[in-house]
């Protein structure tokens, strides 16, 4: 690909969400030198990488949450394996299950398994809305980490959440929600190209009565994650240096990322992690 044609690529990464999570797949594997987590980072220390970083708020999450090992686990939204292939290594689960919508992150994710000989994990393309291929009452967790914003029918997400844990069940949904503004045309405009429908708060709470889905605790860390993305500029003063031209522009592309998702969640986003049980 030349750089014109790299630059194209770039721009219409902000318009596509498949393009985008192709760009930033490759923005992060320059980051670290490998494929990262696709979600956000949460801070803990100055000198974190930025993979570091996303697996300090994976961490988090799983502190939130009684251990994995010897369970079946569902991760929701899974990118491109990496954060179920990390919690597949810390946590000791007897079977972790990661699905996706996009089948080229699904595609990325077991070819990174094949180099890792992993055997208790699955990876599969399916729809958060309808988890055709889980069966009713086979898991014990359901872990969705900074997926859901993008799911349009968000009732649907929590019904199958409800369907497919056994009774006594956890999950735990760890999403970018909004803090109600009024909105331009524009902006209404890229958020449904890019499948952006956040929640507020409220209603997420409001439909998991309706979906019979006890909420134990909701706990809002934007603060850290804020904390966490101000140290990009170290992250990328490391980034692997192959293609000057190619390197230039991913960092423009990671530069806008950073400084737009810190804007949004000092003003209109607010990042919160939400756990509960299926008590039927």
Same mark, same amino acid.
């Given at each position: 690909? /030349? ?14 969400? &498949? ?18 987590? =696709?979600? $956000?980072? $949460?801070?803990?220390?100055?000198? &974190? ?23 079946? #686990? ?11 292939? $990390? ?9 972790? @299950? ?9 595609? *990325?994710?077991? /070819? ?12 599969? @393309?399916? &729809? ?8 009713? !009452? ?18 649907? +997400? ?5 369907? #497919? =844990? ?5 999950? %735990? ?5 909004? #803090? ?5 045309? +524009?902006?209404?405009?890229?958020? @449904? !190209? ?18 019979? =889905? /006890?909420? %134990?605790? #909701? ?12 140290? $990009? ?8 240096? !192959?293609?000057? *031209? ?5 960092? *423009? ?20 992690? *939400?756990?509960?049980?299926?008590? &039927?």
């Amino acid at each position: 690909m /030349n750089i014109f044609s790299k630059i194209i690529s770039l721009v219409r990464s902000g318009l596509s969400t &498949d393009r985008y999570y192709i760009s930033m797949n490759q923005a992060l594997k320059r980051l670290d030198g490998e494929y990262t987590m =696709l979600h $956000y980072p $949460y801070y803990l220390n100055e000198n &974190d990488s930025f993979y570091d970083a996303q697996k300090n708020l994976t961490d988090y999450c799983l502190s939130q949450l009684p251990g994995l090992k010897g369970k079946n #686990v569902l991760e929701i939204g899974c990118g491109n394996g990496t954060q179920a292939m $990390y919690i597949s290594d810390k946590c000791s689960p007897s079977k972790m @299950t990661g699905i996706d919508l996009n089948p080229m992150n699904i595609e *990325i994710a077991k /070819n990174e398994l094949k180099k890792k000989e992993t055997k208790n994990i699955l990876f599969q @393309t399916d &729809d958060a809305q309808k988890l055709s291929t889980i069966k009713s !009452k086979s898991m014990d967790y359901v872990i969705n980490i900074e997926s859901a914003f993008h799911y349009p029918d968000k009732a649907s +997400f929590l019904n199958e959440i409800f369907r #497919v =844990l056994k009774s006594g069940g956890t999950f %735990l949904i760890a999403d970018i929600m909004s #803090v109600p503004r009024k909105t331009s045309s +524009f902006k209404k405009y890229w958020k @449904t !190209k890019m499948h952006l429908h956040h929640w507020p708060r409220h209603m997420y709470e409001n439909e998991m009565l309706k979906s019979k =889905l /006890n909420v %134990l605790q #909701v706990t809002d860390i934007t603060g850290n994650v804020i904390r966490g993305f101000e140290h $990009y500029k170290n992250w990328l003063r490391n980034m692997k240096k !192959k293609n000057f *031209i190619e390197g230039i522009l991913l960092k *423009i592309f990671y530069t806008i990322n950073v400084r737009l998702n810190i804007y949004l969640l000092k003003s209109r986003r607010q990042y919160c992690v *939400i756990v509960g049980e299926k008590t &039927d």
